[in-house]
């Protein structure tokens, strides 16, 4: 059964901090892996890597995946309140279905 | 706001009402999806089309019925739902083809009560 697992289920930081969230997947026919950040509504497009070992980067957040280990890691650096919200991981299959770990809910403290 | 919309915002029906949600993007994306989710879980995939056909599925119950009537517009009609319905509804959009995988956009979603 394929499945994407994401960790930690939640974490709790002060401003500052650089945190690490992991995602690690077993799909099928993997296509890509994306990355989410939700906060009350919609989530919103962060990252999509395809390649082991290329690093995604935007302002204080980069990404990276890893094809042979089946995991990927987001990181932020010098967190802000801002940065409070659920950061999903999603895997594409060929098939062009997604599957969407359980989330990572982050809290940024000040 | 986002580039896919989606309303009502939020709705409020019994178990025997019929009502629709309606999801819109012009960005010209040919695959479309509806996810549920639950507080503090992550989108469950209902159904995906792709070029107005319905391709995926997911054993949804027969009270959920989709309808893609054009590119540009994607149904959800609604009855006899049961409290366990109860959930935000989210409709995505994606381009299809070409190597990779495009992301999806996400409308707001529509936050629907069963009482």
């Known amino acids: 059964e394929d499945k994407v697992v994401q960790s930690p289920l939640s974490l709790v930081v002060h401003e500052g901090d650089t945190v690490t969230l992991n995602c690690s997947y077993e799909?099928?026919?993997?296509?890509?892996l994306l990355w989410y950040k939700q906060e009350k509504k919609a989530p919103t497009f962060l990252f999509m890597l395809?390649?082991?070992?290329i690093e995604k980067k935007s302002g204080r957040l980069s990404s990276i995946l890893d094809k042979k280990e089946l995991f990927s890691i987001l990181n932020i650096t010098a967190t802000q309140t801002g940065d409070s919200a659920i950061y999903l991981c999603a895997v594409a299959d060929t098939g062009n279905q997604f599957y969407f770990g359980t989330g990572t809910s982050l809290t940024v403290i000040p | 706001d986002t580039e896919v919309t989606q309303t009502p915002k939020h709705l409020v029906m019994g178990m025997t009402n019929k009502k629709s949600l309606k999801c819109e993007q012009h960005?010209?994306?040919?695959?479309m999806y509806w996810y549920k989710q639950k507080a503090k879980k992550p989108p469950e995939l209902m159904f995906v089309y792709s070029y107005e056909k319905l391709s995926i599925n997911e054993s949804v119950p027969s009270r959920f019925s989709p309808e893609c009537p054009n590119s540009s517009l994607l149904n959800l009609h609604l009855h006899a739902l049961q409290p366990e319905d109860s959930a935000l509804y989210l409709c995505a959009s994606s381009q299809v083809g070409g190597r990779w995988t495009q992301p999806q956009h996400f409308g707001d979603g529509t936050r629907l009560s069963i009482l």
């Open positions: 395809t390649s082991s070992g």
């Open positions: 960005m010209g994306h040919r695959a």
């Open positions: 799909v099928t026919n993997f296509r890509s």
